[in-house]
């Protein structure tokens, strides 16, 4: 199944859609947040996601958290301003809407995807109202179990959507490896017949490139411009450099992964002569000589007749005078 984003398709056959998750990195300043979406485009991501919300939406006015969220606020106009940044930039505006009001302004930004977080999984009145807008889910699992997973694609599909990409993930920073848990991709690869992703919370690659030789045909990866900025995924996120190794890493894989048709390659085609046999002489045979095996071996180079015919060869009569170690041709036989 393939899921079209803005002007890239997601899904078999297709390369994998990399988002740099830029989240709340930005740490509240549009400057900066310009400046993440600037390098994301630099190192070749398919995408730059931020998160959209109003912390009094968001968190209980009572929590511990309510204060950094309103700190990491942005505004309408500063969305507006990025979405604009990111067309300029050519790379694709996402984000993900953490209420019915972050949901009505990407709509109004035409943002050609929603993300659904892991925490709003069981959240199937917001990943509703998403559905009913008809456009591709990317939707965040973690914490997760297949039934809960299960009713969020339900919740999409019973408004008619069914573009639907679903990502494994591990809600914990940075996930240990002993938790990644990267079966669950075959897992639901084989529940849900759509395309499934992975998003990682790690702190370095190799996670994300193992997934990408599993299958995974999203790869989302927090992304930061400096690891040393204060806040809360900084030092979980991939720098520029690191993500543009990542991606050409991901590349490399999908090159790696060619047609499925066995057949030599390009770069074997030179070696197949001198690498197989054919036969050859091992003593000088005089003309109208019966050929026995005392007279022949299986040697290289591949210039005479295939070993497969070896026993079909014995008892012919030669043609013609043949010194030792002479590859034998059809020709040389009657």
């Not at 600037?38 to 968190?59: C, M, P, R, W, Y």
């Not at 990644?180 to 075959?186: D, E, M, Q, S």
């Not at 991939?238 to 991901?250: G, R, S, T, V, Y």
């Amino acid at each position: 199944m393939k899921i079209k984003i803005a002007n890239k398709n997601v899904g078999d056959g297709c390369p994998t859609f990399v988002i740099a998750e830029g989240g709340l990195n930005h740490n509240g300043d549009v400057r900066l947040a310009k400046k993440i979406v600037e390098n994301a485009a630099n190192v070749g991501a398919d995408a730059i996601k931020f998160q959209t919300f109003d912390a009094s939406d968001l968190v209980s006015s009572k929590s511990k958290a309510h204060n950094l969220f309103r700190k990491l606020e942005l505004s309408d106009s500063d969305f507006s301003e990025l979405n604009d940044f990111a067309k300029s930039n050519q790379i694709i505006f996402l984000s993900t809407p953490f209420g019915i009001k972050a949901v009505n302004l990407l709509i109004r930004l035409k943002v050609p995807a929603f993300k659904v977080a892991s925490g709003d999984l069981t959240n199937l009145p917001l990943i509703s109202y998403i559905a009913r807008n008809k456009k591709p889910i990317i939707l965040s699992t973690g914490m997760g179990n297949v039934k809960e997973i299960n009713e969020a694609v339900q919740a999409i599909k019973s408004v008619k959507n069914n573009k639907i990409i679903i990502m494994h993930s591990v809600t914990s920073y940075p996930t240990p490896y002993n938790e990644v848990n990267l079966r669950t991709l075959n897992t639901l690869k084989m529940k849900f017949k759509f395309p499934i992703g992975y998003s990682d919370n790690g702190n370095n690659d190799l996670v994300s490139l193992v997934a990408v030789a599993m299958g995974s045909k999203v790869i989302e990866k927090h992304f930061t411009i400096n690891k040393k900025l204060r806040g809360p995924d900084h030092r979980i996120s991939a720098d520029p450099k690191q993500m543009k190794n990542l991606i050409m890493q991901i590349r490399q894989i999908e090159e790696m992964f060619g047609t499925g048709i066995k057949n030599p390659q390009p770069s074997e085609l030179g070696n197949l002569v001198m690498a197989r046999r054919s036969i050859h002489t091992i003593q000088n045979i005089k003309k109208n000589s019966h050929l026995t095996t005392e007279m022949i071996a299986i040697k290289r180079p591949a210039v005479g007749i295939h070993p497969k015919f070896y026993y079909k060869i014995l008892g012919k009569k030669t043609k013609r005078n043949l010194s030792i170690d002479e590859p034998i041709k059809w020709s040389d036989l009657k």
